[in-house]
């Protein structure tokens, strides 16, 4: 009896990873469904920028080069499309996956089964969207938001697919909510409470009930969406009584929180480095949670400002101009906390630190165009233009892309164990960081001046400035090959990094050895 | 706080659930949404609003009139002729209008069309109201036919007076492929 109770106990505490790939099909282990979930998003990082070069350079000079104009809306689709589900999202779940259990003390996810599913569902709900640009007719071509009635009416046939890979992707995203929230409300260790989480776990625990309240709305509209292409209901068919604007009014009642889900864990991420290279415990921990929270809330209550144009009534525009710009406050919180974190700290610019710092201006930048498109009567002249492009990947490439570049260059000596070249990744980052604003800035100028955004073609006046962002363009997307390769060579060897790897640091994942043990926190912490 | 793990989860699934059916509940929201506020400019096609109804109408007293021009477009362009009889009308509100539209099948086939309506501004909406309207039905023409489509309507007098004029839009549809009763 005594000897196999030994026996068992002795095979919970000493095994490691199994051998071969069966390891990653079959592994519920946090650490191995983070690093897939970070090489998934990696992975679809370069397939939509490739589909984002392909888009520069056919913009590079007026007239049409490569594409034909149906095949620039597939590209233009499919990069929203694979850059949102594809990079941001998992990146983001994967980073939740790698960090939340050792960074709350827990022994690995709650439903460590459950995760290895919600991870295994991405791959193919990416293979069925991918798979519709080789199939006979056009691969969806209506733009990421799918608009009825393109999508419906005139939608093409690989529409269906893209619906089922939508599902797909809900699917795995509600559950890989479910799983992080369990995992922070039940497994966290016992003296740990509410306000003693660190930051990121915070901002994940919001962003997990944002999704849960999402996620399943995209799937309701799709399914919607499914149903009137194929089974005659009319949901958005004004023949048979439906509203095409309702479409609208359901997708972005989804994407206005989506955004804010795509941004979130970023404000986790820096809330984390920001205190460590100032050597500053974070100001304003509290009002950081709280301004995450109302943030949150304030996202339900401001879908219409992406339908100004739509012929909705002056009052409910005015109501939707002002509650959009109320999310300027909390956000402003945020900004002036980490600026007040950085204030006389002891600063030291390693990379992570450079990508937050640059995080901070440039996701600043594009909250001010925010507040500009906020306003109804400016927005009738942005709206649809190049300007609008300019805002929102201002706040999702130095947001949301940098976010999770930055965590993976404050974690990745914690996940390898080793350092990555100081060096090259300082070249990283400011290749990343100028080009950019080459990239995006002129876009800016482009919009004001009325370009019109999902075109191949445009008119001779645009361009110089087109000509500036598609080199910075292909510049950034250069540089992000780099990254690649430090990554892989940080994973194959390096300085060995010790358990705390930044001097600074503070939490419990800097208490484990870098790389930290296949399984950790058995027994919980002692949190102070 | 610790909810126990089974309870937690499927308190959580729960939510999704709820949230799913949330999407769905949106759809009869809108329309009652649109239809109390009159935003949109959605009228109503289920049927004519009942003869009793306009005679407890009171009469205006504001001696004024409102100008209501008459607009139709074709869906996709679908090949028939569909026209106003008249493009406007001085109308009195609480009083009863009569108008007629004209519409011809160009095409060589059977065709069913609806006609579906829409005001604007929006606001209007919820202020007009119809006693016979060829859009409660669709319309089934053989290969050349005409048909004059009567219209009987009132504008309320709670119409606000700051309304002068207001457009009705008819857009018609063609739903040969997916009429309600084959006949």
Redesign the interface.
Known sequence: MTSVAMNIAEHEHHTGPAKGLTRWLFTTNHKDIGTLYLWFSLTMFLIGGAMAMCIRAELFKPGLQFFEPGFFNQLTTLHGLIMIFGAVMPGFVGLANWMIPIMVGAPDMALPRMNNWSFWLLPFAFSILLSTLFMKGPAPDFGWTAYAPLSTTYGPKSTDFFIFSIHLMGLSSIMGAINIIATILNLRAPTMTFMKMPIFVWTWLITAFLLIAIMPVLAGVVTMMLMDRNFGTSFFNAAGGGDPVMYQHIFWFFGHPEVYVMILPSFGIMSEIIPTFSRKKLFGYSSMVYATSSIALLSFLVWAHHMFTTGIPVVAEVYFMLATMLIAVPTGVKVFNWVATMFRGSLTFEAPMLFATAFVVLFTIGGFSGLMLAMVPADYQYHDTYFVVAHFHYVLVPGAIFGIIAATYYWLPKWTGHYFSPILSKIHFWLSAISLNVLFFPMHFLGLAGMPRRIPDYALEFADFNRIASIGGFVFGASQILFLYIVIKTVRGGEPAPAKVWEGAHGLEWTLSSPPPYHSFSTPPQVD | ???P?KK??FL??G??????G???A??PL??VF?KVTG??G?VD?DGPISLSRYRSEKPDTTLRRVTVEFDTNR?QQINCEFTPNHTALQVVPGELTHTSYHIKNLSPKKMTV?A?PSISP??VAKHFQKLECFCFSQQTLEPGQALDLPLRFWLETELPNDVHRLTLSY?L???TN?KENDT
Do not use: E, P, W
């Open positions: 706080m610790r909810i793990q937690l989860i959580l699934c939510a999704t659930v709820v949230m799913f949330f999407s769905f949106l759809v809108y329309t649109c935003l949109n959605k096609i869906n609806q579906i929006g606001i857009t549809f063609d739903v997916t």
